[in-house]
Nanobody, 122 residues
């Protein structure tokens, strides 16, 4: 069964950086488009970015210019590099896939990781 696992979260000061990682339990991450989402306390989950199997990349407006998504298929990993972090970036970050090669619509993400906490605080 496909499972996604996130890592790399933690506590960081405003302006700092973190790199999140997402891996698939069965080693198939390179076959799929992978999306990153976040959910802040008391708020709805929102999309952050997606990278397709063929290189398609999309970013939410909140992530443009600060975050970058990439993948290393040999390592079965998708990364989210987060720079210039702000207080409002504090959230649980999750990766997800619909097991298609293209970034899907929001409703077609069927497989989700448990999330990793990112806290931006001074």
């Amino acid at each position: 069964q496909l499972q996604l696992v996130e890592s790399g979260g933690g506590l960081v000061q405003p302006g700092g950086s973190l790199r999140l990682s997402c891996a698939a339990s069965d080693g198939t991450l390179g076959d799929y488009a992978i999306g990153w989402f976040r959910q802040a306390a008391g708020k709805e989950r929102e999309g952050v970015s997606c990278i397709g199997a063929e290189g398609q990349i999309v970013y939410a407006n909140s992530a443009k210019g600060r975050f970058s998504i990439s993948r290393d298929n040999a390592k079965n990993t998708v990364y989210l590099q987060m720079n210039s972090l702000k207080l409002e970036d504090t959230a649980v970050y999750s990766c997800a896939t619909g097991r298609g090669r293209q970034c899907p619509s929001r409703t077609e993400y069927d497989y989700w990781g448990q999330g990793t906490q990112v806290t931006v605080s001074s």
